[in-house]
Every structure is written in structure tokens, then in C-alpha cells.
């Protein structure tokens, strides 16, 4: 399995959006929407509930995940 492939679900609760994001294009993502839609505030963000199973996929890639 490819890093590449994988998608993981980016949650916005202020939206109410839930979206699949590959995860090279993830840190860009939230960031551009947060950017663009909050301020930059860090509102949407890798679901919760699955973050520690990315943390363990990406740990060397972990500053947004904080
Ligand atoms: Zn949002």
C-alpha cells in the first residue's frame, strides 16, 4: 500500500462538511480551508477519531496533526 493512496476524512464541524483528502494533499487542504473559510483558524481537521491511526501512518509528518 502506497502512502499515496491513502485517504483519510477531513472534518469541518463549522461546515458540517466531511471530506476524503489523499494524504499528500493534506496539510495544503486544511490549511487552504481554513485559510479561506475561517481566517486561519485551525477549525477543520483529520477526523478524530481516526487520528491516532494516522498519527501512526505519517508520524514523520505530524506539525498539523500537533
Ligand atoms: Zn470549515
Do not use: F, W, Y
Request: charged share 30%; glycine share 4%.
Amino acid at each position: 500500500m502506497s502512502e499515496d493512496d491513502v485517504t483519510v476524512p477531513v472534518v469541518c464541524p463549522a461546515c458540517d462538511t466531511e471530506t476524503e483528502v489523499a494524504l499528500s494533499q493534506l496539510e495544503t487542504t486544511i490549511a487552504r480551508h481554513n485559510d479561506n473559510r475561517h481566517d486561519g483558524e485551525a477549525i477543520a481537521e483529520v477526523d478524530p477519531a481516526i487520528k491516532d491511526h494516522i498519527a501512526e501512518l505519517v508520524a514523520d509528518d505530524l506539525e498539523l496533526l500537533g
